[in-house]
């Protein structure tokens, strides 16, 4: 059966460097369908949907529309509303009352809850209808997918972040521990293993969520990188948490929360402070320094890595393949092959939804402050055909002659 009408777009969650190639892939391929009457962008993710706010996206220029392909952030806007049940049915009655027939939601684990719900709302109602969940986040953790869209090129950012630091903790030794966005899952701190080219670069210590973090033993490990290489460069994923699942940074300081009753962990430095001061007061060391990567990682327009940008082109495009041509629903997930390419499949909105993927325990070292060679291995082909190296003087030193 040929279903007509119009489709939504919409845009959730965090902004990512490639979320926009996700967004044209699904407008510009919805465009090449006769029974498509209209493609509508939702203006500002769910939040415009119920207000009605589309941009009617089938008369933009694709010149234009490919130049916003390559612009980070959402170019749509986007929300952080989580929908609940009554929430989507709103949602479903202005589909209905505009005759759309297709929703696209680029987003996380919470976007494609939405989706489902939505979608669920339609069938009850009897009205055909197809709501296709297109993957998006830097944390990068989405069930069944091998990776998702936004967090090669957040990798790629926080692993040049980290070769810089790296060489100037090289020139002026010290302590620095540099913090970056993760709040359950570790692999985007992970990608700052990456920045490793000589033995004794940096960072030697690794702190992911997904392992119970302790101040002494962090403390300890300091020391025992400081003694051996006479500096310690440190990363830091934001939700590092104790043994009993509390944010770390929850028991060094009274904290905010968000819109979801999260611990406000994003858009602030007090973690990187709060450890470095804990270095500083235990080990009597006077240069530790602390950084706090923050938003940067999300959208930052030099840094962009050309598989992300593909990949995120293609899952919009499946998207509107899967619910137009093959007349399903479902969440597009990325399965790698080979060394190195991907395939494209639909999977059941509820082994999504929801849901949130960890960092594997093989990606992660025994004793809990590192990653593994697998895990480098894994995210190399990720990043893309342009990462840069630094390089270092080789010349001899140049025998004293001069005695005091």
Known sequence: MELSGKVVVAQGGGPTAVINQSLVGAVLESRKFPQITKVYGAVGGVRGIIDEQFMDLTQETT???????????????????????????EIFK????????????????DSSDTVRIVNEQAEKEGYEFRAIHIPKTIDNDLMINDHTP?????????????????LDNHALPGVHVVVVMGRHAGFLTAAASVARQNPEDGPPLVYL????????????????????????????????Q?????????????????AHGNVQLSGTGALGELLAN??????????????????????????????????????GEKAAQFAIWHNVDGSIVIERTG??????????????????????????NKAGNNVTEEFVHYLRPLLGSEMP???RLRAPMVPRIHTK
């Open 63 to 89: 010149h234009n529309l490919e130049r916003v392909a390559v612009t980070p952030s959402s170019a749509l806007s986007s929300t952080r509303d989580k929908p609940d049940q009554k929430y989507c049915e």
């Open 339 to 364: 060394n190195y390419d991907v395939n494209y499949r639909l999977v059941d909105l509820k082994k999504i939804a929801a849901k949130t993927r960890l960092m594997p325990d093989h990606f992660i």
């Open 94 to 109: 202005v589909f209905r009352a505009h005759d759309v027939r297709y929703f696209f939601y680029i987003g996380g684990n």
């Open 389 to 391: 190296e630094a390089a």
């Open 242 to 258: 104790d043994q009993h699942g509390e944010p770390i940074l929850s028991k060094l300081m009274h904290t905010e929360r968000d």
């Open 209 to 240: 969520p997904e392992r119970a973090f302790s101040i002494d033993s962090f403390v300890q490990d300091v020391k025992t990188m400081q003694d051996r290489y006479g500096r310690c460069l440190i990363a830091v994923s934001e939700g590092i």
């Open 150 to 166: 936004g967090y090669p090129s957040a990798a790629k950012f926080v692993a040049q972040s980290f070769m810089g630091v790296n």
């Open 278 to 315: 804990e270095v500083k007061e235990k080990l009597g060391l006077s240069r530790v320094r602390s950084d706090t990567l923050g938003y940067l990682q999300r959208s930052f327009i030099g840094c962009v890595s050309d598989v992300d940008q593909r990949e995120a082109r293609e899952v």
